[in-house]
C-alpha cells in the first residue's frame, strides 16, 4: 500500500509558475510508477506526466516543454514543475501512484493509489 499526500496548489497568472508536490509513504513497489493527473472543472481526468523510480518521465502533449515531473527517491517525494502556465492548466491536480507493469510508465494506465488533489487556478 502507499499513502500519498499532493500540496503546493494555488492561484497564479497566465505565464507564471507553481510547483506541486507528492509525499509518498509505504512500499515502494506500489510506487515504481508516478504520475500527475489534472481533472479541469467539467472534463474528465488526464495524465499530465508520469515517471518511472530511477527511470524516464512522459508528459502529455499539451504541456511538453512547460512542465517538469521530478522525483527525490531519497525523500519519497514527486514533484511537477510548472512554468509558463495558461489558463487552460487551471484543474484539480493529483499525484497517482501504482506497480509497475511492463516497460515503462504510459500515460494511458490505470493508478491505484491517489492524492486527495491540490488547486491550481490560471488567471488570463
Known amino acids: 500500500q502507499v499513502q500519498l499526500a499532493d500540496s503546493g496548489g494555488g492561484s497564479v497568472q497566465a505565464g507564471g509558475s507553481l510547483r506541486l508536490s507528492c509525499s509518498a509513504s509505504?512500499?515502494?513497489?506500489?510506487?515504481?510508477?508516478m504520475a500527475w493527473f489534472h481533472q479541469p472543472q467539467g472534463k474528465e481526468l488526464e495524465a499530465v506526466a508520469t515517471?518511472?523510480?530511477?527511470?524516464?518521465?512522459t508528459y502529455a502533449d499539451s504541456v511538453k516543454g512547460r512542465f517538469t515531473i521530478s522525483q527525490d527517491n531519497g525523500k519519497n517525494t514527486l514533484y511537477l514543475q510548472m512554468n509558463n502556465l495558461k489558463p487552460e492548466d487551471t484543474a484539480v491536480y493529483y499525484c497517482?501512484?501504482?506497480?509497475?507493469?511492463?516497460?515503462?510508465?504510459?500515460?494511458?494506465?490505470?493508478?491505484?493509489?491517489w492524492g486527495q488533489g491540490t488547486q491550481v487556478t490560471v488567471s488570463s
Open positions: 509505504g512500499d515502494t513497489y506500489y510506487s515504481e510508477c
Open positions: 515517471i518511472e523510480r530511477y527511470g524516464t518521465a
Open positions: 497517482a501512484a501504482k506497480p509497475k507493469y511492463g516497460d515503462g510508465c504510459p500515460l494511458n494506465e490505470i493508478y491505484k493509489f
